[in-house]
């Protein structure tokens, strides 16, 4: 049943997914050093139909997957691999700090789409304040570089590509036929989709391999089975009962963490720029989740 409005579960499953989320930029860009970012991704994505095919049977929801809904799975898991391929470069070619608010400025484009497709999602004014805010904020982002962390207009191109591809992918999961198969059956459409498309596109990336250790290993497959099989359908299931703008706006938590972390464990430079474009970004998608009175 859809609720109006973040309640305490909500509230406590979307700082889960936070903490979850932020950490994950950093193990991406771990996995990055040892393995080929596109080829990583694909092998996500297979590990993880593996894993959300069981959580699928474990739960009995397999007859969730319906054949109808091919058109629409196909195009939310081509959507997600192109949101999926942006992530992993961006984080072999910029920042944890750069690719992480870039990615987070999701709930701008998301924003927009609610208000445009979505009905009884319009923007208010002050919702549009945010927007605004945050587009500013992503903008100042990608124009700021920093000293230290090796930040790209390449890689922070890479990350929008993202944001975009998860902005589309929570679009499609509200408006389409598959929003009435649930998050799970969402979520195994997209890796079940995009493992073939990313693991056939990446030797276009160079070599598959780069001296991997078997700690790129292990949090490739921890990522398989943490990240996508439990957060990404936490998060799904969040879209399914709350507010989409709500949901999305919420996220800003996960670019702080994660700026925080790039700098402590990466030694990438917390610039002003940087510091003021989170701050745009987190103003912005406050007020967009601000209620109006």
Same mark, same amino acid.
């Given at each position: 049943m859809r609720k109006d409005r973040l309640d305490s579960v909500g509230l406590g499953v979307l700082l889960a997914v936070a903490l979850l989320l932020a950490g994950n930029q950093i193990v991406i860009k771990l996995v990055n050093a040892g393995i080929q970012p596109i080829f990583a991704a694909g092998l996500r994505s297979a590990m993880a139909v593996g894993f959300v095919g069981l959580w699928l049977w474990y739960r009995g929801l397999w007859p969730r997957m319906r054949l109808a809904d091919l058109g629409p799975g196909l195009l939310i898991g081509t959507v997600f691999a192109a949101e999926f391929m942006g992530l992993f470069m961006a984080l072999d070619l910029t920042t944890v700090g750069h690719a992480s608010l870039i990615m987070y400025s999701m709930p701008l484009w998301m924003g927009i789409a609610a208000h445009v497709f979505i &009905? #009884?999602? *319009?923007?208010?004014?002050? /919702?549009?304040?945010?927007?605004?805010?945050?587009?500013?904020?992503?903008?100042?982002? %990608?124009?700021? /570089?920093? $000293?230290? #962390?090796?930040?790209?207009?390449? #890689?922070?191109?890479?990350?929008?590509?993202?944001?975009?591809?998860?902005?589309?992918?929570?679009? %499609?999961? *509200?408006?389409?036929?598959?929003?009435?198969?649930? &998050?799970?059956?969402?979520?195994?459409?997209?890796?079940?989709?995009?493992?073939?498309?990313?693991?056939?596109?990446?030797?276009?990336?160079?070599?598959?391999?780069?001296?991997?250790?078997? %700690?790129?290993? %292990?949090?490739?497959?921890?990522?398989?089975?943490?990240?996508?099989? #439990?957060?990404?359908?936490?998060?799904?299931?969040?879209?399914?009962?709350?507010?989409? $703008?709500?949901?999305? $706006?919420?996220?800003f938590v996960t670019p702080l963490l994660a700026i925080l972390a790039g700098h402590f464990l990466f030694g990438e430079s917390l610039s002003m720029g940087l510091i003021g474009a989170a701050c745009l970004v987190s103003c912005g998608i406050v007020l967009i989740n601000r209620k109006a009175s």
């Open positions: &009905p #009884g999602e *319009r923007a208010t004014p002050m /919702k549009a304040l945010g927007l605004g805010l945050a587009f500013a904020g992503t903008a100042w982002a %990608i124009l700021t /570089k920093g $000293s230290g #962390g090796q930040a790209s207009w390449l #890689g922070d191109l890479c990350a929008l590509v993202g944001a975009l591809g998860w902005a589309g992918t929570a679009f %499609i999961a *509200r408006v389409s036929r598959l929003r009435h198969a649930g &998050p799970e059956a969402q979520l195994f459409w997209m890796v079940l989709v995009s493992a073939p498309i990313l693991l056939a596109a990446a030797p276009l990336f160079g070599p598959l391999l780069r001296e991997p250790l078997p %700690i790129h290993w %292990i949090a490739l497959v921890l990522q398989s089975a943490v990240v996508v099989a #439990g957060g990404f359908v936490a998060w799904l299931w969040l879209l399914s009962v709350y507010p989409t $703008s709500t949901v999305a $706006s919420f996220s």
